[in-house]
């Protein structure tokens, strides 16, 4: 079993990632949340660099992002806790990592075929991203009704958060039947779809990290 093959759109994905790190040398938006989901990215982009020599030599990588998306998981959890409009949804948002990365890891040592694309612990991890990022957006704007919340760091950032998991969300128990099935061609259409999505939340992301940071609720 093989990774699928990677078309001119999946190489623009996995580079994409370094733009938000990129975006922080301009120095205008260094606050933590903001910080924190750059550097998740951009370890994103080193694990994915090395899943590429993992697949050039043992010919299967997948396994390498199963278990890399543990780390990232908990680095987005916490600049999601860092955006929450309360003392009490911060504290859940900290407190629910680790129950979080135990249920991940639970799925990924028993349930999981990490040789293949993840149907179980990868999407747990993205639905609760897409979650979290959604509760927030929805918070934050109820607190700032009259905000231009369209030009505010935190919108564009938790809304491509939000895209990337819901566009992930989909494809990836799809591609795991896919791939089970030996449907390669339609497995690349699938993976590129999603490709687009990434780079087009990758791109608000980056966007967002360009805007100075608003003021979070105390």
Do not use: K
């Not at 924190?36 to 990588?61: E, K, M, P, Q």
């Not at 992930?168 to 896919?178: E, G, K, N, Q």
Request: charged content about 10%; glycine content about 6%; aromatic content about 10%.
């Amino acid at each position: 079993m093989t990774s699928p093959p990677a078309p001119l759109i999946l190489s623009v994905e996995i580079w994409t990632q370094i733009l938000p790190a990129l975006a922080l040398l301009t120095r205008r938006n260094l606050s933590r949340p903001v910080v924190i989901v750059a550097l998740a990215f951009l370890g994103s982009l080193i694990t994915d660099g090395f899943g590429r020599y993992v697949a050039h030599h043992t010919g299967n990588n997948l396994w390498v992002s199963t278990l890399s998306a543990g780390l990232v998981f908990v680095a987005l959890l916490v600049a999601l806790g860092e955006w929450q409009v309360t003392v009490v949804e911060r504290l859940t948002v900290r407190i629910s990592i680790i129950p979080c990365l135990i249920v991940y890891g639970v799925l990924v040592v028993f349930v999981e075929d990490i040789t293949g694309f993840s149907r179980f612990a990868y999407p747990f991890y993205l639905l609760v991203i897409l979650g979290a990022s959604a509760w927030t957006l929805l918070r934050r704007a109820y607190l700032h009704p009259g905000t231009l919340i369209f030009e505010t760091d935190w919108f564009l950032i938790l809304g491509g958060l939000a895209l990337s998991a819901a566009t992930t969300i989909v494809s990836t128990p799809i591609a795991a039947v896919l791939l089970a099935e030996q449907r390669i061609d339609l497995l690349t259409r699938v993976w590129e779809l999603r490709a687009a999505c990434t780079i087009v939340a990758i791109l608000l992301i980056t966007a967002g990290t360009l805007r100075r940071p608003s003021e979070t609720p105390a």
